[in-house]
């Protein structure tokens, strides 16, 4: 059977792949493990037209154990992990597919603390999952009872509103927010730097999330960048953990670029933690190299959000993060936060005078091409022993300065081939090659 927790939580197809009978065992399993009769979970959800209906399911579930559901609405999942860290409630749940498409939607379980899941606390919600049935409900007088919490989300709210008074910006933003649950709170926050915020792709209405737009798809933002004429741009995703930087000529920063701006801003500051810097293996080696120019250490880990805390918890690391946008910073939250990095690259802006587009010069990336090849049969690939020579030929043909990482996608029916080495056409035509190669040998 296999296993339903990914990288990120369940995920799947709303109402195909991910029903509502899956959401109510959740709840009731989430209630049985960490919540117990008469305790408390709370739930939030991104801005997709199942959202409700996964949120009802939920609740019914964790009820009908006696755990009572408090419910906030739509919210970032970054102001959900806050809101459970700061309050009484033994887990959260945010329903949320963060970047995929609206006819995807997930289900993600936070500790009382916050946190994403371990993985052996995973293992046990999917067995008591798989018999849901079996756990002994509560009696009529003692069923748990949802509650109306919308205004937990002003704990988010005054956190990150505290954080943004600090930078004290003039600057000209333009915020993309996907058309998710980062509608709610950017503009406020960000307006709060003192910095004059247009904010685009801010009307939800349940099918448009990260439509064309947000972290994803940036190209529309850097259009408006350079439209309006503005200092700089940032995408969020889906579900506001993710952020995507444009400069002013509507270049796109990536993850990466940001996470050397933090951290070479810190490095130099005295401010980065053991001088270390958590990424994954998808991170560039263009980013290694300067950090490690600059006096610091890359510690590097599977992809995941969750694992990129984990490995800073264990090396006393402030800074980590992705690529794609996630990015930690330990001081000011447990998980990725867009709002809390664009304040932090705002900062740096405002510190040093410099424009994104200078910061991010001082980072020079290695040429790297990613592909996402939907695979029927995603866990097969190291069983393939033409796939694996395939890729040890690309690896001799890259020489020292390439590599190839080649995985299963964790939210996707997907591949993902990465191919990066210091010669242009050549990381492009090995992508290619193996992309297509993947096709064919797991479909």
Known sequence: MPRLFGTDGIRGIANIDLKPTLAYALGRATAHRLAGQGGCIVVGQDTRRSGDMFVAAIVAGATSLGADVHIVG?????????????????????????HN??????????????????????????????????????????????????????????????????VKSELHLVVDCANGSGCAVAERILSATGAR?????????????????????????????????????????????????????????????????????????????????????????????????AGGQIIRTPVGDKNILEAML???????????????????????????????????????????????????MLPQQQ???????KDQWEGDPVLHRAIATA???????????????GTETAIRVMVEGSDTALVAELADELAVLAEERLN
């Open 101 to 166: 498409p609206a006819r995807d939607n997930g289900l993600k379980v936070l500790d009382e603390h916050g946190l994403k899941l371990d993985d052996e606390i995973e293992d046990e919600l999917e067995q008591f999952i798989w018999r849901a049935e079996e756990l002994q409900g509560a009696p009529a007088d003692a069923l748990g009872r949802m509650v109306d919490a919308h205004d937990l989300i002003d704990l988010y709210l005054d956190h990150r509103l505290g954080l943004a008074r600090r």
């Open 197 to 293: 915020v247009d904010v685009i792709f801010n009307e939800p209405d349940g099918t448009n999330i990260n439509c064309g737009c947000g972290a994803t798809a940036p190209t529309a933002l850097a259009a408006e960048v350079v439209k309006r004429g503005a200092d700089v741009g940032f995408a969020l995703d889906g579900d506001a953990d993710r952020l995507i930087a444009v400069d002013a000529s509507g270049c796109v920063v990536d993850g990466d670029a940001v996470l050397g701006i933090l951290a070479l801003d810190r490095i130099a500051r005295d401010r980065l933690p053991n001088g270390a810097l958590v990424v994954s293996v998808l991170s560039n080696g263009g980013l290694q190299r300067t950090v490690e120019a």
């Open 395 to 409: 690896e001799s043909r890259l020489g020292s300065s390439g590599r190839v990482l080649v995985r299963p996608s």
């Open 371 to 377: 592909r996402t090849i939907p695979a029927r049969h």
């Open 74 to 98: 739509v919210v970032p999942t970054p102001a959900l992990a806050h809101i459970t860290g700061a309050g009484h409630f033994a887990a959260g749940i945010m329903v949320s597919a963060s």
């Open 314 to 364: 264990v090396n006393g690391a402030g800074l980590g993060g992705e690529k794609s946008g996630h990015v930690i910073v330990l001081e000011h939250a447990t998980s990725g936060d867009g709002i809390v990095t664009a304040l932090e690259v705002m900062a740096v802006m405002s510190r040093t005078g410099r424009s994104l587009a200078e910061l991010a010069t001082q980072i020079p």
